[in-house]
Nanobody
Framework: QVQLVESGGGLVQAGGSLRLSCAASGRTFSWNVMAWFRQAAGKEREFVAG????????WYADSVKGRFTISRDMAKNEIYLQMNSLKPDDAAVYYC????????????????WGQGTQVTVSS
């Protein structure tokens, strides 16, 4: 089993920044891709950013490109999402996910999920 635990969510004003963290434990050899997804109230879960664990390739949703940065600390088995220039539309529950398909933007490709962390952006 793989356990993913997110942290770092909270309330921020529009234009502000937040950094989310996700700590992975358990069978960490079971995955090689990690990603962030988000789900706003009444909307479907959507891809935000992904990273290939071993060589650091990253990919982003167009809506966050240039504002969000995904990074990893291999020694700590942690992945991060630095979110800058936040907008009210970025408000959602953010989920960390782990899988094996390089470059995937589809939730169905990720077998392991965290419990989510709430991000609220005030206008």
């Amino acid at each position: 089993q793989v356990q993913l635990v997110e942290s770092g969510g909270g309330l921020v004003q529009a234009g502000g920044s937040l950094r989310l963290s996700c700590a992975a434990s358990g069978r960490t050899f079971s995955w090689n891709v990690m990603a962030w997804f988000r789900q706003a109230a009444g909307k479907e879960r959507e891809f935000v950013a992904g990273a290939y664990w071993s060589y650091g390739k990253t990919w982003y949703a167009d809506s966050v490109k240039g504002r969000f940065t995904i990074s990893r600390d291999m020694a700590k088995n942690e992945i991060y999402l630095q979110m800058n220039s936040l907008k009210p539309d970025d408000a959602a529950v953010y989920y960390c996910a782990a899988g094996t398909r390089d470059g995937s933007r589809w939730a169905t490709d990720y077998a392991y999920w965290g419990q989510g962390t709430q991000v609220t952006v005030s206008s």
